[in-house]
Each structure stands twice: as C-alpha cells, then as structure tokens.
C-alpha cells in the first residue's frame, strides 16, 4: 500500500478494504481517494497530486494538472481543508528535487501558509531515530524555517500508527480551509497558467533547462566536428 492510501486509511479511520482506491479525475487526471472521517462522519476528499519531479512531466505539466483540481475546487466553493506535503526524513540531505518542491509550494500557496503541513514519513521503518529526529531539527531551522514563520505545521507521520494521521486531518477540518494564490490568480485575476506566479517559476526551470539542453547538444557537435 503506498503512502497516500495508509495515511488517507489512518486520517479515516475507514480502513483499507473501505477506501476507495485507483479512480481518477477526468477533469485533472490525477488519483483520487475518498473515505468517510470518523471524526465528525463528513465525506472527505483526498487529491494525490503528482509529484514535480515526475520524468515524463515538465515542471510547467505537473502544474497544470494540480492546478486544473484545485480552479474546480475553488470555483465550487468546497473547503480546501488543506496541504499535506510529504519529505522522507530519511533522505540524509535537501536535494534538488526537495528545493524544487519546496520552491513550487510556495509559489501555488503564497505568503499564508496556514493550512499547509509538512509531514516527515518513514519513522516507524528507521532503526536509529537520533540523527533523522537532528536532521529534522536542521531542516526545522533552516529549509522550513520560513514557512513555519508563515503558518506552515510541521508534523511526524508513522505508517503503524493511525493516531498521527488523524491528528492532523483533524486539526486541518477544524480550520477555516485556506485560499491559494494560485487559484486566485487564475480565477479572480483571470491569468493564464504561464503567468501565474508558480507559472513563471516552473516555466523559467523549463527555459533554462531547454538552454542548458541547446548548448550542451551545441558543443558536442562542435567537438565532434
């Protein structure tokens, strides 16, 4: 079972065989998973979004997708309770990847981050828990420290333990859900996807990207030659 299904199984308190599993959005094309809260019986919604490091997608595609969930979300007024973002704390060190993530969150969500939690998985699989609980302190003071400052929770999850999942689906449908700037750009602001903010910023990557690819291929043909 991956991470998305234990977590929506715990936060539910459904179980496994009462989730609903593999149905997709024909309106985002990405995984849908819906299951009852045992919290207050409420129907709840979770949207599996791909990730930015996705090979067959560009960073600016990825977006589209999330983003296409989230306009319908916001055009329907359902409560978008919040963000759950993942990090393995057993990744020894921030890569590119991780900044990339952390850099498009920003950008989707904006200045309020309220609503927004980053989980840290794999603990109940971590047979030395001393370095991963400093290396979550590191990331605490330094990598995350700005989001903290705007709002952002930050919160461990153990697969075998249904009690962390819950506690924090709890604490986001108790909140006032969270508008994000994305979805008011495009929207309220009627900007296309490419000039939205996190638009710019993954178009920028894919621009540099395809420079970078351009005059790699251009000094290979001229050493070849």
């Known amino acids: 079972m991956i991470l998305i299904?234990?977590?929506?199984?715990?936060?539910?308190?459904?179980?496994?065989?009462?989730?609903?599993?593999?149905?997709?959005?024909?309106?985002?094309?990405?995984?849908?998973v819906r299951a009852i809260s045992d919290i207050d019986s409420r129907p709840v919604v979770f949207v599996d979004a791909p990730a930015f490091d996705n090979s067959e997608l560009t960073e600016l595609e990825t977006l589209d997708l999330i983003s296409k969930c989230l306009v319908k979300i916001?055009?329907?007024?359902?409560?978008?309770?919040?963000?759950?973002?993942?990090?393995?704390i057993s990744d020894n060190r921030m890569n590119g990847t991780h900044m990339s993530s952390l850099r498009m969150l920003k950008t989707i969500c904006?200045?309020?981050?309220?609503?927004?939690?980053?989980?840290?998985?794999m603990w109940n699989i971590i047979k030395d828990v001393d370095p991963c609980a400093k290396r979550e302190a590191e990331l605490k003071?330094?990598?995350?420290k700005e989001y903290i400052q705007r709002g952002c929770l930050i919160e461990r999850f153990y697969a075998n333990d249904p009690t962390s999942a819950?506690?924090?689906?709890k604490d986001m449908l108790q909140g006032p859900?969270?508008?994000?700037?994305?979805t008011k750009e495009i929207v309220d602001e009627k900007k296309p996807l490419s000039q939205t903010t996190a638009g710019r910023s993954a178009g920028g990557l894919r621009s540099i990207y395809k420079a970078c690819v351009h005059a790699l291929g251009r000094k290979t043909k001229t050493i070849s030659v």
């Open 74 to 88: 916001y055009k329907k007024n359902m409560k978008l309770a919040g963000i759950v973002y993942v990090h393995p």
């Open 141 to 144: 003071s330094n990598w995350w």
């Open 177 to 182: 859900g969270l508008t994000l700037q994305l």
């Open 5 to 32: 299904e234990q977590f929506v199984a715990q936060a539910s308190g459904a179980g496994e065989d009462n989730i609903s599993h593999d149905l997709k959005s024909p309106e985002c094309d990405v995984r849908i």
């Open 166 to 169: 819950r506690r924090i689906i």
């Open 110 to 121: 904006g200045d309020n981050m309220s609503g927004i939690t980053i989980i840290t998985s």
